[in-house]
T-cell receptor, first 115, second 113 residues
Framework: DTEVTQTPKHLVMGMTNKKSLKCEQH?????MYWYKQKAKKPPELMFV???????INESVPSRFSPECPNSSLLNLHLHALQPEDSALYLC??????????????FGPGTRLTVT | AQSVTQLDSQVPVFEEAPVELRCNYS??????LFWYVQYPNQGLQLLLK??????LVKGINGFEAEFNKSQTSFHLRKPSVHISDTAEYFC???????????FGTGTRLTIIP
């Protein structure tokens, strides 16, 4: 099973709201990722968790706050977002073998609209 | 740092014709190479990967790609396309097992009936 699940599928939020995106995988992967994708663009890396520790933060604004409660779950907490944050948010995971990471498996994404 | 170039932003192809989507990369160290496909309003799906070994790799949906180290290329091919192949295709590279993937800008493949 190579499935990464994401909830919700769609989210509309106002600029003063607080919401969370959730990602789950049960493949035993030890790296999990958040990406942001705008229309007709490639995914942009936001955060990487490796062995449940934040290993990469691509200078993402603090209104995005990631959390990795355990090796299977990844959350992205959203607060005081701007309309330009509207995008498809993708979660991914990858396997680690002897310290090397291989292909990433992506979830279906959460389509976020900030009003 | 590594980089990926997909020179063709759009490729229109007639149904049942062959197609090649081009990908070139730049890296001073060994890399892993990947092709992903994204259908409208969906996430990315792995088509195929090159980690080591045979330079010709076969993937899902009849696609294949050839790793050419001297030309730093990893072009994607399919001998006969179908309407269902209409999608965005992304080439990606990672430095030898690093967690981070670098994506190309994508190629939109449009199949003409």
């Amino acid at each position: 099973d190579t499935e990464v699940t994401q909830t919700p599928k769609h989210l509309v939020m106002g600029m003063t709201n607080k919401k969370s995106l959730k990602c789950e995988q049960h493949m035993g992967h030890r790296a999990m990722y958040w990406y942001k994708q705008k229309a007709k663009k490639p995914p942009e890396l936001m955060f990487v968790y490796s062995y449940e520790k934040l290993s990469i933060n691509e200078s993402v604004p603090s209104r995005f706050s990631p959390e990795c409660p355990n090796s299977s779950l990844l959350n992205l907490h959203l607060h005081a977002l701007q309309p330009e944050d509207s995008a498809l948010y993708l979660c991914a995971s990858s396997q680690d073998t002897s310290g090397r990471f291989y292909e990433q498996y992506f979830g279906p994404g959460t389509r976020l609209t900030v009003t | 740092a590594q980089s990926v170039t997909q020179l063709d932003s759009q490729v229109p192809v007639f149904e049942e014709a062959p197609v090649e989507l081009r990908c070139n990369y730049s890296s001073s160290v060994s890399v892993y190479l990947f092709w992903y496909v994204q259908y409208p309003n969906q996430g990315l799906q792995l088509l195929l990967k090159y980690l080591s070994g045979s330079t010709l790799v076969k993937g899902i949906n009849g696609f294949e790609a050839e790793f050419n180290k001297s030309q730093t290329s990893f072009h994607l091919r399919k001998p006969s396309v179908h309407i269902s192949d209409t999608a965005e295709y992304f080439c990606a590279v990672s430095i030898f097992g690093n967690e981070k993937l670098t994506f190309g800008t994508g190629t939109r493949l449009t199949i003409i009936p």
